[in-house]
């Protein structure tokens, strides 16, 4: 299943509604290329992630390589509402440590200190 | 694909429940392929013979004709549409059928409308494809070679995945994405994406456990050169092998087996390590 994006803005954070699976391939090339676009004028994001999949390795990378890129901006990039398998692969891969999730786009957006809009 | 890239695309459905008919023709419709419907295996083999299409949403089990009847009669076509298997059959026999006779992809029923319409678009979208060969097509040992393509992994998964529909869905989505994981390892470093070379795959079954082996064409790699994977760093350290991936310009990911290794059983490699074995037990 393909992964289609889409981007809104909560106050100065940039929302990105993720639909699909973010696999190795075209999926994964597909998120990098978009928000590596989306880094240029907004360090603040977070992925939703409640129509996710299904997330494998190269999805993982580039999840954590966009994480990389947004912190050494001084952003951030957070995740809200991964699926219990979704997250199941974050425990195991031990990235919970390292990327942020919450329950909720709000409560991640919250997290930001901007107001949202 | 894009509406415009699908215009002019034509699409079968072949199926005898009407209203699954009637919803993916709306459906790829709407992304701009021209479809047209038949009712059953036979109705379907006749527009097949009589009209050019490019692919076919093909059912399994119809009256009159079932449909891997009609896709052994459509290598009789001079040039064959790429066929997408839509069932709820999900028993070895069915799938290794449609395997056999190169279907392109098989989709389980009960499906969402989106999957099936990124599966016609996958379909359409893709250059001739390197066969897969069935070497073995008992139910309990199935053994495939499968060209080193990123699509045919897609593919395979597909078939292969369809067949476990009976295992609780943890156990299916552990040995699912354990098989993604190192069938991609081994079509991209074993076999460096040629199409030519060959990844050999059995999956055998018993009552108590699945038992995937998979050969790559590569030669083998070792565990103290693996600074790119996460798998070689102690806990706390989960993006060291990022930074060195960077370095090498090589894609993102390096948690292939760091995943698998927590999703089965028990994992063994030969010496070579271009052959690996994994167990799930039931």
Known sequence: MALTLDVKKAGAVTVVGCRGVIVYGAESEELRARLKELLASTHSLVLDMAEVGYVDSGGLGAIVGLLTSARAAGGDLKLARPSERVQHVLRITKLLSVVETYDTVEAAVATYGHAAA | ?282
């Open chain 2, 1 to 282: 694909m894009t509406v415009a890239a699908a215009k002019g695309k034509r699409v079968l459905v072949v199926d005898d429940e009407e209203a699954l008919r009637d919803l993916l023709q709306i459906a790829l419709k709407e992304e701009g392929y021209a479809v047209e419907t038949a009712r059953d295996g036979l109705e379907g083999l006749e527009r097949l013979q009589n009209e050019k299409f490019d692919l076919v949403l093909l059912d399994v089990w119809m009256p009159r004709m079932n449909g891997l009847e009609v896709l052994t009669k459509l290598h009789e076509l001079p040039i064959p549409p790429r066929v997408v298997v839509m069932t709820a059959d999900h028993t070895p026999e069915t799938l290794l059928h449609t395997i056999q006779q190169e279907a392109y992809h098989y989709i389980g029923k009960p499906f969402s409308l989106h999957s099936a319409v990124d599966v016609v678009g996958r379909a359409l979208a893709s250059e001739e494809l390197a066969a897969i060969e069935v070497i073995s097509a008992k139910p309990e040992w199935v053994e495939l070679l499968v060209p080193c393509d990123r699509e045919a992994v897609d593919r395979i998964e597909s078939f292969l995945m369809g067949m476990k529909g009976d295992l609780p869905e943890e156990v299916r989505e552990s040995i699912g994405q354990a098989f993604h994981e190192l069938l991609l390892n081994a079509v991209e470093w074993g076999g460096k994406l040629d199409p030519n070379r060959k990844v050999d795959i059995a999956c055998l079954r018993t009552k108590r456990m699945v038992l995937y082996r998979i050969a790559d064409p590569g030669t083998g790699f070792r565990f103290d050169e693996l600074a790119h994977a996460a798998i070689a760093y102690p806990e706390g350290s989960a993006l060291d092998h990022i930074r060195v991936r960077d370095e090498k310009g090589l894609r993102p990911g390096g948690f292939g087996l760091l995943l698998t290794r927590s999703l089965v059983d028990e994992l063994i490699y030969n010496q070579k390590q271009n052959e690996v074995v994994f167990v799930k037990y039931l």
